[in-house]
């Protein structure tokens, strides 16, 4: 179900910038093993997934920080996050697929609109794999620019991520959104004065009650339902 928290013009949308794991992407699984790997290399207890996909969304650094635990010991940490970059890099797509429904409501949002839409994704993973999974499940010509944790100097939520993709492509923002499943997302939007949409399907949604977007949806299919809306 669609529900607003704060009205808006979904027709008059011209830019949309993408969360990447839990909103277009299930990469849970393949993100849990990396983390598990590591931990067994070292030694330690694994961790249940559910724990392990509730520390997703800031990063790989914190990934690896809240897994390990310990966060006094540096090398541990520098160590753990080598290990697990390099083992996430040779698995990011042994079980990782894009959500059901995502590509179709991609093709319907970007043809649902006579003067055209760009959209974008804006990640706190790593640049290289974020790359590389969009293109290698056929998703990267739907988007204008794919950015990653390290391609600016700070990570979501401060906005340089979203004010670079306003500048680049010349929107405002007033006619510009960002879509994703945990507060991240949404505190991201509203430090740069963006609209906000919220998925209930992905990873983080009982943290989508800390900081409500203005729109919330419960399933991929609503994306293109409410961006083919009249306003």
């Known amino acids: 179900m669609i529900k607003f928290s704060r009205k808006f013009d979904p027709s ?5 910038i993408f969360d990447l794991d839990g909103t277009l992407i299930d990469s849970r699984l393949d993100l849990i093993h990396s983390v598990n790997a590591m931990l067994r290399h070292f030694k330690l207890s694994e961790l249940p ?7 997703v969304g800031d990063g ?28 996430y890099r040779e698995h990011k797509l042994d079980y990782t697929v894009e959500y059901p429904g995502i590509k179709n409501a ?11 839409r760009q959209m974008a994704v804006l990640t706190n993973k790593p640049v290289m794999p974020a790359r590389a999974i969009v293109n290698a499940l056929g998703l990267g010509d739907f988007f204008v620019s794919v950015y990653g ?32 499943d945990s507060s991240i997302d949404i505190v991201t939007g509203r430090n740069a004065g963006i609209w906000t949409c919220g998925v209930t399907y992905g990873f983080a949604p009982q943290t989508l009650s800390i900081a409500p977007p203005d729109v919330l949806i419960d399933k991929p ?11």
């Open 12 to 16: 008059q949308i011209r830019l949309l």
């Open 49 to 55: 997934g559910d724990v392990v996909a509730s520390y």
């Open 60 to 87: 790989a650094s914190m990934l690896v920080r809240r897994a390990l635990g310990d966060l006094s010991d540096e090398d541990l940490f520098q160590q753990g996050l080598e290990y697990f970059l390099s083992y």
């Open 106 to 116: 991609l093709s319907r949002i970007c043809s649902s609109n006579g003067y055209g």
């Open 149 to 180: 944790g390290n391609s600016f100097s700070t990570k979501k939520p401060d906005p340089l991520g979203v004010n670079t993709l306003l500048k680049e492509t010349g929107h405002n923002i007033r006619d510009s959104i960002i879509i994703g």
């Open 221 to 231: 299919q609503e994306l293109a339902a409410l961006f083919e809306s009249q306003g």
